[in-house]
């Protein structure tokens, strides 16, 4: 996502939500969820609506 972001920023493209997608993969990181697939993004989004699979 950095990368994206990044490239985004030097050709002046908008990503709206890239900046959110952004925070929900360092979330991901952070948790140690890292070596998941995009299943890590919904994780993040369960846990901030206050959803615990436990």
């Not at 979330?27 to 901030?48: F, K, M």
Request: charged residues 15%.
């Amino acid at each position: 996502m950095g990368i994206v972001i990044d490239t985004a920023r030097v050709v002046g493209a908008a990503l709206p939500l890239g900046g959110i997608a952004a925070q929900l993969v360092a979330s991901a990181v952070a948790r140690g969820e890292a070596g998941l697939d995009h299943s890590a993004l919904l994780r993040g989004v369960e846990l901030l609506s206050g959803y615990d699979r436990g």
